[in-house]
């Protein structure tokens, strides 16, 4: 344990100026909207989180999961799902940084605390590291706060590092960072990668011999979830043997994209959109345009028996479905590819079906891998798309075929929750 303090000047210079930077950024807070929300949700985390684990039996073996935001958590869960099944004494909390992943997962039944991750001060990593008495810190994929790392590592538990990757143009490959970083992945006793190009990145850049190849968990997520699409039943009668497009997480850009697209096709599919955002004003914006197109449309939430998916498109108005209605879906168009990054297009690929989305997905892994395995399909305009879909419509055995690849990659790549649970198992 000795070792681990390769305290690097980088790591020490962090730490020495951190209040300095803390305080710029609370000083800026009223002027920015995330930086003050950032310092609201965290006034009293520690204390109450004290209130709420004081009753623990300290002997318990305790395994503190940190995650960015949802993306990072759903990679954690089968983690912990197997973990529960072999030893259900195991007590398990989460930490997130973004709000939107706490309010999403704040009421997880398996995590004794789901709590906000405090600033990154010496004093609150040592306060938070004293309540917790972590025996492991499991860190998913990336968001590395260094005083909380060096607090846990001083205090002896194993930290490890689960799904990790490292894109080519990520910033820890930068000349005046790299150092930094270099001591940061030196703290994980266990590095666990998406791929085998990861591995290869942190044992040659890095020198981080304790690194290997496992795989992402978030493979094997999606193919547990796949397995209960129960949410959907209500709708699955009204789609039954029809060619059904499931536009997922769309925004603005997407919607007025597929529409028009859409509304080209001589044969066009059931439509069903799930907008990214449900807010009253993102969806009034939708129903202005689905109007202004004279598209018919039925909200989820008005449903009832005379809904006519061959005339009318179905709105999901609610959150909580769009996992399972891929399983109705013949086609995926997932969006988030004309803004800043595609969203998640395993979710739908493992249901077998083709999945569709815009250009900007090069910082997504799995997007990457399922158009090199054919099994999805970049488009940059209306004109691409619409081409698409009627190719994807009209050829049933080209859809069935570019679907199986995307099933196939997904299912070969399963595997990686049992590598990093067992790993954790050694150390009880």
């Given amino acids: 344990m000795k070792n681990f303090v390769m305290h690097s000047f980088s790591l020490s210079f962090y730490s020495l100026f951190f209040p300095f930077f803390h305080g710029i950024a609370k000083l800026f807070s009223p002027l920015s909207p995330k930086l003050r929300t950032f310092f609201e949700v965290r006034k009293g985390v520690i204390d109450e989180l004290g209130k709420k684990i004081s009753h623990l039996p300290s002997s318990a073996f305790r395994v503190w999961i940190h995650a960015a935001s949802v993306g990072e958590f759903e990679q954690a869960r089968p983690i912990i799902a197997l973990l529960k099944e072999k030893r259900p004494d195991i007590i398990f909390f989460v930490s997130f940084l973004s709000d939107s992943g706490y309010n999403a997962r704040k009421n997880f039944p398996d995590a004794a605390a789901v709590f906000y991750l405090p600033v990154d001060s010496r004093a609150n990593a040592k306060k938070l590291v004293d309540l917790l008495k972590p025996d492991v810190l499991l860190l998913m994929r990336y968001d590395f706060w260094p005083n909380h790392l060096l607090e846990a590592k001083k205090y002896g538990a194993k930290l490890i590092l ?91 850009k997407d919607t007025t994209l597929l529409l028009a697209a859409w509304q080209e096709l001589a044969v066009r599919p059931c439509l069903i959109l799930v907008p990214h955002q449900v807010h009253p004003e993102n969806m009034a914006r939708l129903y202005h345009d689905l109007q202004n197109r004279s598209i018919a449309f039925v909200k989820a939430s008005a449903m009832n028996e005379k809904f006519d998916p061959e005339r009318e498109v179905l709105v999901i108005d609610q959150t909580g479905y769009l996992v399972e209605l891929y399983s109705i879906a013949s086609i995926a168009y997932v969006g988030g590819g004309f803004g800043v990054n595609v969203h998640n297009t395993l979710e739908p ?80």
């Fill in 349 to 428: 690929a493992v249901y077998g079906i083709p999945v569709v989305f815009g250009p900007r997905y090069h910082n997504s892994p799995e997007a990457e891998g399922l158009v090199e395995a054919n099994g999805a399909s970049v488009i940059h305009d209306q004109s691409t798309l619409s081409s698409l879909l009627n190719e994807m419509v009209t050829n049933t055995d080209e859809r069935e075929k570019r679907g199986k690849a995307a099933e196939t990659f997904v299912k070969e790549r399963t595997g990686a929750t049992a590598i990093i649970a067992d790993s954790i198992m050694n150390l009880l």
């Fill in 162 to 252: 689960a799904a990790a990757v490292l894109q080519q143009n990520a910033p820890y490959f930068k000349p005046v960072v790299k150092s930094f970083y270099t001591s940061i992945f030196h703290l994980f006793d266990h590095i666990y990668t998406a791929a085998s190009k990861d591995t290869l990145a942190f044992r040659e850049r890095f020198k981080c011999l304790q690194t290997q190849t496992a795989g992402d968990p978030r493979f094997d997520q999606v193919l547990l979830r796949s397995k209960n699409p129960g949410r959907v039943d209500h709708f699955k009668p009204f789609f039954e043997n029809k060619t059904v497009l499931v536009a997922g997480s769309v925004w603005d």
